[in-house]
T-cell receptor
Framework: GQQLNQSPQSMFIQEGEDVSMNCTSS?????WLWYKQDPGEGPVLLIA?????ELTSNGRLTAQFGITRKDSFLNISASIPSDVGIYFC???????????FGQGTRLTINP | DAGVIQSPRHEVTEMGQEVTLRCKPI?????LFWYRQTMMRGLELLIY????????DSGMPEDRFSAKMPNASFSTLKIQPSEPRDSAVYFC??????????????FGPGTRLTVL
């Protein structure tokens, strides 16, 4: 089945630093979603992208739909302790009806 | 507005017992999804419904798993008999019917299932 490669698998940063993570696929996607999951909770939708090249922000978070339609990026600026968690990308390829999820990027922030 | 509601939040049972997980989707959403999350396999889609009708159950591991959606506001996932390898967090998610937004799935808090 289709797979998404999400990287890095984990990140250890200092509070205040910017964060970048990405997701790539072997096939063309027409939807990219980014979720955040806190311990003991379900994933929460952060940003949805529907057009190649689209750049969308949600507060300090910015996500982009790659021009090739095979990748997406999530950036977090000026990280704060509450940004800690696992970030998942998810995508929907052409003709598909089911989302495919990446394996997640675990973000840890040192105060 | 209330989000997706799942119950119970935690379930501990013994091997061989029947387990029923419950979900109430967001009002007005017409698609409902059941996922299982483990460290080894990540998030796996088990089954999804559209307008209360099961559309794709190819992710259901085996016949021990069954899911129903008797109406637009309620769904169950049943495991009978349960086995230790079923231990995982089970999530329910729903998505709106709005054209262009039906991919945006909203997750419940999950049910952590432990089978001893």
């Amino acid at each position: 089945g289709q797979q998404l490669n999400q990287s890095p698998q984990s990140m250890f940063i200092q509070e205040g630093e910017d964060v970048s993570m990405n997701c790539t696929s072997s096939s063309i996607f027409n939807t990219w979603l980014w979720y955040k999951q806190d311990p003991g909770e379900g994933p929460v939708l952060l940003i949805a992208l529907y057009k190649a090249g689209e750049l969308t922000s949600n507060g300090r978070l910015t996500a982009q739909f790659g021009i090739t339609r095979k990748d997406s990026f999530l950036n977090i600026s000026a990280s704060i302790p509450s940004d800690v968690g696992i970030y998942f990308c998810a995508g929907l390829s052409q003709g598909a009806q089911k989302l495919v999820f990446g394996q997640g990027t675990r973000l840890t922030i040192n105060p | 507005d209330a989000g997706v509601i799942q119950s119970p939040r935690h379930e501990v049972t013994e091997m061989g017992q029947e387990v029923t997980l419950r979900c109430k989707p967001i009002s007005g959403h017409n698609s409902l999804f059941w996922y299982r999350q483990t460290m080894m396999r990540g998030l796996e889609l088990l089954i999804y419904f559209n307008n209360n009708v099961p559309i794709d159950d190819s992710g259901m591991p085996e016949d021990r798993f069954s899911a129903k959606m008797p109406n637009a506001s309620f769904s169950t996932l049943k495991i009978q008999p349960s086995e230790p390898r079923d231990s995982a967090v089970y999530f329910c998610a729903s998505s709106p019917s709005d054209r262009g937004r039906w991919n945006e799935q909203f997750f419940g808090p999950g049910t952590r299932l432990t089978v001893l």
